[in-house]
C-alpha cells in the first residue's frame, strides 16, 4: 500500500497570506489527524477528522482549520499567516479513531516571512 | 491537562550499546505510542503500547498504565538509530486528544 501522502513539501509564504495543505492517507484509513511541528513548542495536535467530521481539536486559534472528504482526504487552512506558523505540518492516518497506529507523512515545510 | 515527560532529554551512545528511554505520564491515558523521527523528519511508528510488553527486533517497550510509565529499550544499537524518540499519549478527552513528549535525541556514533 502507498503510504500517507502531503503536498506541498516545501511552501514559502509571507505575513498576512492564507495557506492550504493537503494530506492523502493510506488506503482504507478513515481517521486523519494534524500536527504542528516547531523547535519551541514540539509536536502539538492540531485536529483529527473521521467520516468528513471533526472529532476532536487541539488548543490552536480559529485561523487554523480543515476539513476531510469522502475519499478520506483531507485539507488543512492556515488564515492569516503569522511568522510563528512557520513550522513542520504533519499529518497521520489510522484505521479509526481508536488510532491504534498512526502513519505519518514526510510533512509539509512552511516558511513564513 | 497531561504532563509528558521524556528522559533522558539527550543521549550518546557507541553502536553496539544499549539503551533505555523513559516516558513518564501525570494522567491515565487511553493509549501510547513510540515514534522515531529520522534526521529528515519522518516519524516512523515503532509501537501500540497501551500495557504490556512488547518487541520488534532490537526494540522492546513495556508500559505500566498503572504506574504511568513507559520504557523504550534498544538493544545492539546502530548508527541508524540515531535521531528523535518521542512518545506520544491518547488522553481521554476531545480537547488536545494526543499530546506528545519533548523527545529524546539519540546520536549512535561508530
Known amino acids: 500500500k502507498a503510504g500517507v501522502t502531503q503536498t506541498p513539501r516545501y511552501l514559502i509564504k509571507t505575513r498576512g497570506q492564507q495557506v492550504t495543505l493537503s494530506c492523502s492517507p493510506i488506503s482504507g484509513h478513515r481517521s486523519v489527524s494534524w500536527y504542528q511541528q516547531t523547535p519551541g513548542q514540539g509536536l502539538q495536535f492540531l485536529f483529527e477528522?473521521?467520516?468528513?467530521?471533526?472529532?476532536n481539536k487541539g488548543n490552536f486559534p480559529g485561523r487554523f482549520s480543515g476539513r476531510q472528504f469522502s475519499n478520506s482526504r483531507s485539507e488543512m487552512n492556515v488564515s492569516t499567516l503569522e511568522l510563528g506558523d512557520s513550522a513542520l505540518y504533519l499529518c497521520?492516518?489510522?484505521?479509526?479513531?481508536?488510532?491504534?497506529?498512526?502513519?505519518f507523512g514526510p510533512g509539509t515545510r512552511l516558511l513564513v516571512l | 491537562g497531561i504532563q509528558v515527560e521524556q528522559s533522558p532529554p539527550d543521549l550518546i551512545l557507541q553502536e553496539g550499546a544499549n539503551s533505555t528511554l523513559r516516558c513518564n505520564f501525570s494522567d491515565s491515558v487511553n493509549n501510547l505510542q513510540w515514534f522515531h523521527q529520522n534526521p529528515w523528519g519522518q516519524l516512523i511508528n515503532l509501537f501500540y503500547i497501551p500495557s504490556g510488553t512488547k518487541q520488534n527486533g532490537r526494540l522492546s517497550a513495556t508500559t505500566v498504565a498503572t504506574e504511568r510509565y513507559s520504557l523504550l529499550y534498544i538493544s545492539s544499537s546502530q548508527t541508524t538509530d540515531s535521531g528523535v524518540y518521542f512518545c506520544?499519549?491518547?488522553?481521554?478527552?476531545?480537547?488536545?486528544?494526543?499530546?506528545f513528549g519533548p523527545g529524546t535525541s539519540l546520536s549512535v556514533i561508530p
Open positions: 477528522y473521521f467520516s468528513e467530521t471533526q472529532r
Open positions: 497521520a492516518s489510522s484505521l479509526d479513531l481508536v488510532q491504534e497506529t498512526q502513519y
Open positions: 506520544a499519549v491518547e488522553t481521554k478527552t476531545s480537547y488536545d486528544k494526543v499530546i
